[in-house]
């Protein structure tokens, strides 16, 4: 079983930058792929970013390209999303989800254990 806990989330004027964090238990933590993915309210569920397990694999839906940086620090089983120049369009809650098996998959059916979440709020 694997626990995936976010943090980070908050209010930013449009323009501001927050950095989510993803802190997960567990031993296996580093042969997990882990992505971002986010829901605003009244949409469906969206993919963010996705990270491989060693890192060297990332992809990022074309709405955050150029703006938001995923990473990861095996050593503290810790999975971070780094958002920059933040706009009104990124408000949701923003999910870490673990995904056991290859593949920097952009498909959120795809992975095992999903967090919490937290909440991103960007105002105009």
């Known amino acids: 079983q694997v626990q995936l806990v976010e943090s980070g989330g908050g209010l930013v004027q449009a323009g501001g930058s927050l950095r989510l964090s993803c802190a997960a238990s567990?031993?296996?933590?580093?042969?997990?792929?882990m992505g971002w993915f986010r829901r605003a309210p009244g949409k469906e569920r969206e993919f963010v970013a996705v990270i491989s397990w060693r890192g060297s694999t990332t992809r990022y839906a074309d709405t955050v390209k150029g703006r938001f940086t995923i990473s990861r620090d095996n050593a503290e089983n810790t999975v971070y999303l780094q958002m920059n120049s933040l706009k009104p369009e990124d408000t949701a809650v923003y999910y870490c989800?673990?995904?056991?098996?290859?593949?920097?998959?952009?498909?959120?059916?795809?992975?095992?254990?999903w967090g919490q979440g937290t909440q991103v709020t960007v105002s105009s």
């Open positions: 989800a673990a995904r056991t098996t290859l593949g920097a998959n952009s498909d959120g059916d795809r992975y095992d254990y």
């Open positions: 567990g031993r296996a933590f580093n042969s997990y792929v």
